[in-house]
């Protein structure tokens, strides 16, 4: 299943005016100091880590910032600075917005703004994703063309977010559940996804560890939805008939990209091509001729190692 909307990481930023040793050692059981700023941690974390940005007086009297990544809810922590009697050293609290990142493919500008023009908000820069001066009743939507099932690293986050202050997180995160295979359809230009038969001929007949193979890579890149897998059969070069496996896969990708994921496919950790992942879009079977012209100089075993490990 294809994943198009989740949550970013929940977090409070806490300024301090006295009792700090005994809050940050509250903190520290709460959660873990970590050597990154407030910027850098939102980079990295996702929707199941809390994070506290601290800001306090060190005892030597400079200024203090650390922060603090956790598991546990932050009203976890609050309840317990309340039930502590501590709440007397905290000069502030401050929510940050709700973050919430959106893969959409193709023309993501078009993608954007269909959002934007059913929900409202702001067109912003991504940059910086640190927001002290946005209210926390806010939220922020940033968007990928990758898939969400990892950490996303900040250059394949694109460069504009849509910043929204009439909804709740919750209630855009929603929304977009509900909604976002249409703005999908609006950013690849069309509403109709692809239907795909990838054939998977070896004459080893490891037709599960194959299979198996790519299931990984169709749900741990998010590329689409298998609907349909049945057995086969096809007559080979030398006019017998062999077994085939077709898995039916129905996905926004285009048919190269699926054709290329297929070619890489093919080989294994030695660089050697031990199966055939042939791929037909209705009915006509892809070669591999356009991925050739476009690594001109390489072979097709080349090509195909170097897709194998684009895919690791």
Not at 114 to 134: L, M, S, T
Not at 276 to 284: A, E, P
Request: net charge neutral; charged share 25%; proline share 4%.
């Amino acid at each position: 299943m294809i994943s198009l909307v989740r949550t970013g990481p929940e977090s409070i930023a806490i300024k301090l005016s006295s009792e700090v040793s005994e809050i940050r050692h509250k903190l520290g059981a709460w959660g873990t100091l970590i050597s990154l700023d407030a910027e850098s941690a939102l980079r990295k974390y996702g929707p199941t880590r809390r994070l506290v940005f601290l800001t306090a007086r060190s005892e030597e009297g400079g200024p203090l910032y650390e922060t603090y990544v956790s598991e546990n809810p932050l009203e976890l922590l609050l309840t317990t600075l309340i039930n502590s009697r501590m709440t007397g050293g905290v000069d502030s609290v401050s929510m940050m917005p709700g973050y919430i990142m959106m893969r959409l493919m193709g023309n993501l500008e078009r993608g954007i703004s269909a959002i934007q023009r059913d929900i409202g908000g702001e067109i912003i820069d991504r940059d910086p994703i640190f927001r002290p001066d946005i209210p926390g009743t806010s939220s922020i939507i940033y968007f990928t063309p990758k898939s969400l099932a990892k950490s996303i690293p900040v250059e394949d986050i694109y460069k504009r977010a849509l910043l929204i202050h009439t909804r709740s997180k919750g209630a855009i995160v929603q929304y977009l559940s509900v909604h976002g295979i249409e703005y999908l359809g609006d950013s690849l230009g069309t509403p109709d996804w692809n239907d795909v038969e990838i054939k998977i001929c070896d004459s080893d007949g490891l037709f599960d560890l194959h299979r198996q193979r790519l299931l990984t890579v169709t749900q741990g890149m998010q590329i689409g939805i298998v609907l349909k897998e049945k057995w086969e059969r096809e007559q080979a070069l030398t006019r017998r008939t062999i077994p085939v496996y077709m898995m039916k896969l129905y996905t926004p990708v285009d048919i190269q990209t699926i054709k290329k994921l297929a070619m890489g496919l093919e080989y294994n950790d030695r660089g050697q091509r031990f199966v055939d992942f042939d791929v037909y879009h209705g009915d006509r079977k892809i070669s591999a001729f356009t991925e050739l012209e476009k690594n001109p100089g390489r072979t097709r075993n080349e090509i195909g190692i170097m897709n194998r490990n684009e895919i690791l």
